[in-house]
């Protein structure tokens, strides 16, 4: 989780400039230096991601308490409360078959600091089947945290976040050479996304 930059000299340019204008006289010029090292890009990626997804048979449903028991394909019974968000419950039969997909993912970015300010903020939407669909739900949250780089040791390996209310995490990174990219002061924007979707589908024929 993190991110920098790095600095130009204007001496060479200067003293290739007056060797040029010196040189008319001389035989060769001297090859011009090549040029300056590009910045690193500051440190940025995903740190996780999964994705899973089960599909399950209704074995039995209680429409009153709306709790649902499925079984996955290995055996297992799972029993739950279908929540509000899940209408027209009462489509669903026993020997329908319940697909769950949940994904989860964890990425970060460094940023020099003015270009952005600590914080922390939640964004949730939630999706629903529409009247006379089969029931259905999806909902997502992106939950976003700027900190602020306090401290780096790079003997550890480690760096020291400071989150929007003043207090500091020691975290050991897993990459310590990009330690190298980042100052003190830089800004750390870390992004954890989730999402999960329930969908009721037609009993397979057989």
Do not use: W
Request: aromatic share 2%; charged share 20%; glycine share 10%.
């Amino acid at each position: 989780m993190h991110n920098r930059k790095t600095q130009a000299m204007m001496t060479a340019a200067v003293c290739l400039t007056l060797g040029i204008a010196g040189c008319a006289a001389k035989e060769a010029a001297p090859p011009p230096p090549p040029p300056p090292a590009a910045s690193a890009p500051l440190p940025s990626g995903t740190v996780g991601e999964n994705l899973v997804t089960a599909t399950a048979t209704v074995k039995a449903i209680d429409q009153k308490t709306r709790m649902v028991t499925v079984q996955s394909p290995e055996g297992k019974l799972i029993k739950f409360r279908a929540s509000d968000e899940i209408r027209n419950l009462p489509q669903v039969k026993v020997g329908d078959l319940v697909t769950v997909s949940y994904y989860e993912s964890l990425a970060y970015e460094v940023m020099r600091p003015g270009s952005g300010t600590p914080g922390a903020a939640v964004a949730e939407e939630i999706g629903r089947a529409k009247a006379g669909e089969k029931p259905g739900a999806a909902g997502a949250r992106v939950m976003t945290v700027t900190a602020t780089i306090a401290g780096i040791d790079k003997s550890g390996g480690t760096v020291t976040l400071r989150g929007p209310d003043g207090n500091d995490a020691t975290i050991k990174v897993r990459h310590p050479e990009k330690l190298n990219q980042v100052a003190i002061g830089d800004l750390v924007n870390i992004t954890y996304t989730e999402a999960i979707g329930v969908s009721v589908d037609a009993p397979s024929k057989k």
